[in-house]
C-alpha cells in the first residue's frame, strides 16, 4: 500500500520533532515500511474526554507518548497563564504504568520550564491522593499520568483544575486550541526544578481517617488491587482507622504494568474479582474490596445466601448514602446535597426526600456530579454514579474515591455487624421502604460508528409509546447531552445514549416495585421477570435499525 504524502510528510515532521529515541526509531520503521497503521498514527492527537486524555502507548501525534505529553503540558501551562494562574501551584502524580513515570516528568519539566511551582507526589500513588493534593494545596492544576481501568496497552493524562475539579466545555476546548499552536516538542522549554510532595499521602491518610462513624472495628476484609497503586494505601488508610484484619489477593497485590491475571483491569469487568471472591470465601471474609488500578473506583463484595458476589455500583451508592444521611451533623451541614447521575437508579431520590436533603441528578461523569445543585456543588455531601464511582468527602476530594470509600464501607459493614446484620439485610430493609429498584443494560456494539447517530435519529423521529404494555414518555436532552430518557408507570426508565469511549449504544434500565402487602422475595422475582422483559424490548427497539 502507498501512504498518503500528507502522512507521510506529517510522520518525517513528527520523527524530527520528537524528543524520544525510542519513538522516533518506532515511526520510522512504519514510515519505510510503509504501513497502512502509520495514517492512524497521524490522525491528530488525543482530545479531552471526560476526564482528560487516554489512548495507546506508541509513538505519533495518536498516543501516549512523551512527545505528546510535552506538548499537552504546554498547551495546559499556556492556557493557565492566559487565565491569570501563571507561577502558581502544579501538582503532578502518577501510576504505574507503561511510561507512567518518563510521562511525569516531562509534565513536571514542562510545567516547571513555563515558571509554575511544581511539586511531584513521591512514587506511583492512586488517584485520589493527587486530587486531593490539588485541592489542600490550592493548586491552578493537578496532573494524574493513569488510564485508570484500560488495558494494559494505555495511558493517560487526568487533568484537575482549580480546587481539585475536572474541567468541562468550554475549558477543554479552549485547552485543546491552546495545545494546538504549541511549539514542536523538542522546542518546548524544559526544566528538572520541581520539589517532592513528601506529606502529600500522610495528609490525604490522615483527613480519610476522620471519615468512620461508628467505633466497631470487628471486621475481615479480603481485597484486592488488582495489579495497581492501591494495595498499600488501602492497608495504611484502613489499618490507621483500626481494621486490621485485611487479606490481599497476593497474586493482584504489588503493581504490574501488564495486569497478567486479569483480562481488563475493571471490577466491574466479569471475572476480574473472581480471585477476589475465591479468597473471601477461602478466609471467611465479612467484606471484599475491589479497586481499580488508579484506586478512585471501588466495588463491594458481600456473601448472601451461601455465596459470594459482587454488588451493583447503585446498590453500593444507596448503602453509603443512607449511611452518610443518618449520620450527618446538620449543624455542620445545614443545607446538605447528594446527587447522582442520569443513568444511576432513582432510590437515591427516594431516601434523600425521607431524609430532608436536597437531591440533584446531572449528567454522566463526577465532572457533573461534583457541579451539582447549583454548578459548584454547594452542600454537596455525597454523590455516586453506578460505574462504581462514590465521592463520600467533597469537601476533600472533588471526585470519586476508591480509597475513602472502603474506609466508610468497611466502617458501615462493622457497624451492621455489631448490631447482627449483614449487607444485604441492609439492602433488603432499603428496599421494603423504598421499593425494589432493579437495572440493567443493553449494549449495541457497532462496527459502522454511523450506526450509533442513525439509530439515535431514527429514535427521535419515532419515539416509542409503549414498552412492555407500559405507556411511555421520550424526553430528549439534546442540546445538552446526546440521550433519550423513557419513563414509564410503575418506575420503568430507560436511558439510552452513546458511549463516550467505546463503539457502543448504551442503554441503561430500571423497574421499580413496591412490596405492599406481598413477601419482599415475591417483589424480587417480580422485578426481576419486569426487567428481562424491558431488556428484550429495549433490545428490539434498539436493533429495528
Sequence with gaps: MTLDAQVREAARRWIADDIDARTQAELQQLLDAEDAELADRMSGMPQFGTAGLRAAVRAGANGMNRAVVVRTTAGVAAWLTEQGHGGGVVVVGRDARHGSEDFAADA?????????????????????????????????????????????????????LQGGIHLVSPTDTEIEAAIAVTPAANAVPREERWSICESALDDYLARVSTLPRGNARRLRIAATALH?????????????????????????????????????????????????????????????????????????????????????????????????????????????????????????????????????????????????????????????????????????????????????????????????????????????????????????????????????????????????????????????????????TGGLRVVIRPSGTEPKLKCYLEVVEHAGELPLAAAKQRAADRLDALKQAVSDLVRGD
Design 108 to 160: 513536571a519539566g514542562v510545567l516547571a520550564g513555563a515558571g509554575f511551582d511544581v511539586r511531584m507526589l513521591p512514587e506511583p500513588l492512586p488517584t485520589p491522593v493527587l486530587a486531593y493534593a490539588a485541592r489542600a494545596l490550592h493548586a491552578v492544576a493537578g496532573i494524574q499520568i493513569t488510564a485508570s481501568h484500560n488495558p494494559p496497552h494505555d495511558n493517560g493524562y487526568k487533568l484537575y
Design 228 to 488: 495497581g497503586v492501591g494495595a498499600q494505601t488501602l492497608l495504611q488508610a484502613l489499618h490507621r482507622v483500626g481494621f486490621d484484619d485485611v487479606h490481599l489477593v497476593a497474586s493482584q497485590a504489588k503493581p504490574d504494568p501488564d495486569f497478567p491475571t486479569v483480562g481488563f483491569p475493571n471490577p466491574e469487568e466479569p471475572g476480574a474479582t473472581d480471585a477476589l471472591l475465591e479468597l473471601a470465601a477461602e478466609v471467611g471474609a465479612d467484606l471484599a474490596i475491589a479497586l481499580d488500578p488508579d484506586a478512585d473506583r471501588c466495588a463491594l463484595g458481600v456473601e448472601e445466601d451461601g455465596a459470594w458476589r459482587m454488588l451493583r455500583g447503585d446498590e453500593t451508592g444507596v448503602l453509603l448514602a443512607q449511611h452518610i444521611l443518618s449520620t450527618l451533623d446538620f449543624d455542620r451541614d445545614p443545607d446538605p446535597l447528594v446527587a447522582t447521575t442520569i443513568v444511576s437508579a432513582t432510590m437515591l431520590r427516594s431516601i434523600a426526600a425521607e431524609s430532608g436533603v436536597r437531591y440533584d441528578e446531572t449528567l454522566t461523569g463526577f465532572k457533573w456530579l461534583v457541579r451539582a445543585g447549583d454548578g459548584a456543588g454547594t452542600g454537596l455531601v455525597y454523590a455516586y454514579e453506578e460505574a462504581l464511582g462514590h465521592c463520600v468527602d467533597p469537601d476533600a476530594v472533588r471526585d470519586k474515591d476508591g480509597i475513602s470509600t472502603a474506609v466508610l464501607a468497611s466502617d458501615l459493614a462493622a457497624t451492621a455487624k455489631a448490631s447482627g446484620r449483614s449487607i444485604p439485610e441492609l439492602l433488603d430493609a432499603l428496599s421494603a421502604k423504598h421499593g425494589v429498584h432493579q437495572t440493567g443494560q443493553v449494549s449495541v456494539r457497532v462496527t459502522d460508528l454511523s450506526a450509533i447517530p442513525r439509530i439515535m435519529r431514527r429514535l427521535r423521529e419515532r419515539p416509542p409509546t409503549k414498552l412492555v404494555e407500559t405507556t411511555v414518555d421520550v424526553d430528549d436532552l439534546l442540546p445538552g447531552t446526546d440521550a433519550l430518557v423513557i419513563n414509564g
